[in-house]
């Protein structure tokens, strides 16, 4: 099995590349990076931004690590992205999408991923407005792949999320998503997050990581891990005596969906008040119990 480290848990605490990046290799034992773009942002201008960008591509190098992916970070998921009320911020948004495959390919990485954005409730409940949007944000994906494939990018990869204001939200409809995507330029593929797939007060009886992994396998290019309860999306680490999950579950129920080969990247969102001690204690003891169970 293949572990991973988004690296959203060093957000507004570890911002010095190289410090960071021998805290992943020495102090996490992890191999696998999925970069932040918290930690840059698409939106810099582009001789800066990309300067900073090649910085922690340079210095995950040095330690030995390999930065496998980029992935929307907290901030550009607060915005409504392809999914927007009105035209105009949804072509921004493509614009912003195809910065970040500029910068994702300005640290030689080749897998950009993200979510495609969400509605407002009134939009979302209203059928042939949700049908629109769905169809408009289908041509956004496709543009996208098409200017990843000038740009070499290897594929793309959409987050499922936990709110009927996005799309996907369930199993069928991430098929079905994945379905609609056919002959992409390049491969569009799912990422697959653990606390999203459990998140009873949305999915009810779909709340079930098996299900998940049975229905969206062959479209599976990532997945995140966090520790939660089942009831919010948490993001914690798995210190937290309220989760569910425990490494042997994740294990277990891997392996027998057969997705060994795919990498999972632990995904910890801290609240920002948090003592950098307690968070990067948190850190250590989870990718200590992540890396025993990812290599038993």
């Known amino acids: 099995m293949k572990l991973g480290l988004n690296l959203s ?3 507004k605490r570890w911002m ?20 932040t773009w918290d930690l840059a942002d698409p939106w810099w201008p582009e001789a800066e931004r990309d300067a900073v960008a090649r910085t922690y591509a340079a210095a995950f190098d040095r330690a030995g690590l390999s930065i496998d992916a980029t992935f929307g970070g907290l901030a550009a998921y607060s915005y409504p992205q392809l999914l927007a009320p009105s035209r105009e911020v949804r072509d921004v948004s493509e614009a912003f999408f195809k910065r970040a495959i500029d910068m994702t390919r300005a640290m ?16 979302a409940r209203n059928p042939d407005v949700r049908a629109e949007r769905y169809k408009t944000m289908l041509q956004s994906v496709r543009n996208l792949a098409a200017y990843g494939k000038l740009k070499g990018l290897d594929h793309i990869e959409i987050e499922a999320t936990p709110l009927i204001t996005e799309f996907p939200h369930s199993p069928d409809a991430a098929v079905k998503l994945m379905q609609d995507l056919e002959g992409t330029d390049i491969p569009v593929m799912l990422l697959i997050d653990w606390g999203h797939a459990l998140f009873k007060p949305l999915l009810k009886e779909e709340a079930d990581i098996a299900l998940w992994f049975k229905k969206c396998k062959n479209h599976i290019g990532a997945i995140h891990l966090q520790q939660t309860d089942g009831r919010w999306d948490r993001h914690w ?5 309220e989760g569910i999950l425990t490494p042997e579950i994740i294990a277990r129920e891997t392996r027998k969906a057969g997705l060994d080969h795919i990498i999972q990247y632990l995904e910890v969102v801290t609240i920002f008040e948090d003592t950098d001690e307690h968070v990067y204690d948190g850190m250590k003891k989870t990718m200590d119990l992540l890396n025993k169970a990812f290599s038993a």
């Open 16 to 35: 010095k590349p190289d410090v960071l990046a021998k805290m992943c290799a020495d102090d996490f034992g992890v191999k696998h990076i999925q970069f």
């Open 108 to 123: 030689g990485v080749k897998v950009m991923g993200t979510p495609l954005g969400g509605m407002d409730y009134a939009d």
């Open 237 to 241: 680490d798995f210190t937290n005596p």
């Open 9 to 11: 848990f060093a957000v």
